[in-house]
């Protein structure tokens, strides 16, 4: 069983539609990230939080709003999508670099986003 | 430029064939950590294996190997004995020390399917 859980595992919403992705781990980790993958393609880095810091934006719209609660918790506020925003999101958590993290990531089962 | 190439797009074998699952990569980083992920049709992505740039030593899991070659820039995967479950699509992903934290550089992965 995964330790990084993702809620909901599916979600259909309308292009005017507000909703969260929430995520959650409970193995210490202090980074978290958010990936996003299209059917038949790799998972592309969306967002990186260390110390519940956002470190990283990979030049994500702003429809896309990540959140860090606290160390266990992470969300993406999703607003004002668009179609081809369907896809699967995927969080994931690991050590911090720097902290003998060799970079190994822990990914969640992913929700599974339809925008209609 | 960094990038990982999973030549074998899908790859149709039958139970207990053994199967190897090529990776190539490119890095200018003379410390970087390279990895295999499974993911099962669940969505999760399940971490196989990491190395480091600076330990060529081969490792066996079970029916599970991996060849890791500096000088010719390779990463492979061997499965023994395959078997039904071992049915995913599998990634190979690169991660260079001087990169961004979680960015991992994927393959665009190697469907394996097993058939009874």
């Known amino acids: 069983d995964t330790e990084v859980t993702q809620t909901p595992k599916h979600l259909v919403m309308g292009m005017t539609n507000k909703k969260s992705l929430k995520c959650e781990q409970h193995?210490?980790?202090?980074?978290m990230y958010w990936y996003k993958q299209k059917a038949k393609k790799p998972p592309e880095l969306m967002f990186v939080?260390?110390?519940?810091?956002?470190?990283i934006n990979e030049s994500v719209p702003s429809r896309f709003s990540p959140e860090c609660p606290n160390s266990s918790l992470l969300n993406l506020h999703l607003h004002a999508l668009q179609p081809e925003d369907s896809a699967l999101y995927l969080c994931?958590?690991?050590?911090?670099f720097g902290t003998g993290n060799t970079g190994e990531l822990f990914f969640g089962e992913g929700s599974r986003l339809t925008v209609l | 430029a960094q990038k990982v190439t999973q030549a074998q797009t899908e790859i149709s074998v039958v139970e207990k064939e053994d199967v190897t699952l090529d990776c190539v990569y490119e890095?200018?980083?003379?410390?970087?950590?390279l990895f295999w992920y499974k993911q099962p049709p669940s969505g999760e992505l399940v971490f196989l294996i990491r190395?480091?740039?600076?330990?060529?030593q081969n490792e066996i899991s079970g029916r599970y190997s991996w060849n890791f070659q500096k000088s010719t820039s390779s990463f492979n995967f061997t499965i023994t004995a395959s078997q039904v479950v071992d049915s995913a699509v599998y990634f190979c992903?690169?991660?260079?020390?001087?990169?961004?934290?979680?960015?991992?550089?994927f393959g665009k992965g190697t469907k394996l399917s097993v058939k009874p």
């Open positions: 994931a958590s690991s050590q911090v």
């Open positions: 193995m210490g980790h202090r980074a």
């Open positions: 939080y260390s110390y519940e810091k956002l470190s």
């Open positions: 890095t200018r980083d003379t410390t970087y950590y």
């Open positions: 190395r480091n740039s600076f330990d060529e």
């Open positions: 992903a690169l991660s260079e020390a001087g990169g961004s934290q979680g960015n991992l550089i």
